[in-house]
Nanobody
């Protein structure tokens, strides 16, 4: 059974930082592209970033480029999202996802999802 479990969300002030973690089990982690998405009420999942399993290429959405950084530890089956200079508009539920595709920039490319962790940016 494939499981993805996010942690690290919470309440942070504007300009602050958080690091999210996603531990993956039940699949060969090093053969999956990992992505992070964000969702707010009434809207669909927003692609934030993906890191290819094949060439380790990282692709960022314009909204987070330069502020967020994805990394992965294949020994720990874990993917991270370091979020800096957070803004109120970054508030949402953050989910990690796994795709067998080399390039996966849309939620439809990801068959496996975590439950999500809430991030709230507010003073």
């Amino acid at each position: 059974q494939v499981q993805l479990a996010e942690s690290g969300g919470g309440l942070v002030q504007p300009g602050g930082s958080l690091r999210l973690s996603c531990v993956v089990s039940g699949l060969r982690f090093n053969l999956y592209t990992m992505g992070w998405f964000r969702q707010v009420p009434g809207k669909g999942r927003e692609f934030l970033v993906a890191k290819s399993y094949r060439d380790r290429r990282e692709v960022y959405a314009d909204s987070v480029r330069g502020r967020f950084t994805i990394s992965r530890d294949n020994e720990k089956n874990t993917v991270y999202l370091q979020m800096n200079r957070l803004k109120p508009e970054d508030t949402g539920v953050y989910s990690c996802a796994a795709s067998g595709r080399d390039r996966a920039l849309d939620s439809y490319a990801y068959p496996y999802w975590g439950q999500g962790t809430q991030v709230t940016v507010s003073s």
